[in-house]
């Protein structure tokens, strides 16, 4: 549900060249990087009104969609920057672009990348064992490093 309202929001910033909405789109995502949909509009509305609308309610392993949370946070604010500091508004728009295919791939196909690159992050040792054993809900097969 959030991601489809990212992909909406960011829709609606490049379609109508509100830029000064990015600044709401990060917002969302720092909100959900540091309390879950706790302080996020975005979050609330998904969690409180319309998963339980839709019985949509599907528990997921928290840090990976914090990890991807906080990756829109960058991409969010890798646009503003590129905006408001450098007032390159097309080269934000690609960003935001980015931002609206990945976005869309967990809208529209429950396609979380964030998801899947923190798996390979745990995978690969970049990311403890101690997050690793909170999130057993990633899909990859074990690896060598893990079967010791």
């Not at 991601?3 to 709401?24: K, P, Q, Y």
């Not at 509009?41 to 528990?59: C, D, E, I, S, Y």
């Not at 840090?63 to 829109?72: E, I, L, N, S, T």
């Amino acid at each position: 549900m959030v991601a489809g309202m990212v992909v909406t929001l960011s829709i609606v910033i490049v379609l109508f060249d509100a830029h000064w909405l990015i600044f709401f789109l990060a917002y969302g995502f720092l909100a959900r990087v540091f309390t879950g949909p706790t302080l996020s509009p975005m979050g609330l509305l998904a969690t409180r009104v319309l998963a339980p609308m839709f019985h949509l309610q599907k528990p997921v392993a928290g840090p990976p969609k914090q990890f991807a949370q906080a990756v829109g946070l960058v991409f969010s604010t890798t646009a503003i920057v590129l905006n408001y500091g450098f007032g390159l508004s097309i080269a934000a728009n690609v960003v935001i672009g980015i931002l609206i295919f990945f976005a869309a791939m967990e809208a529209f196909l429950g396609f979380c990348t964030g998801c899947f690159v923190f798996g390979y992050l745990m995978q690969w040792g970049v990311i403890s064992d101690d997050i690793c054993e909170k999130c057993n809900n990633l899909a990859l097969p074990p690896s060598p490093r893990h079967e010791r």
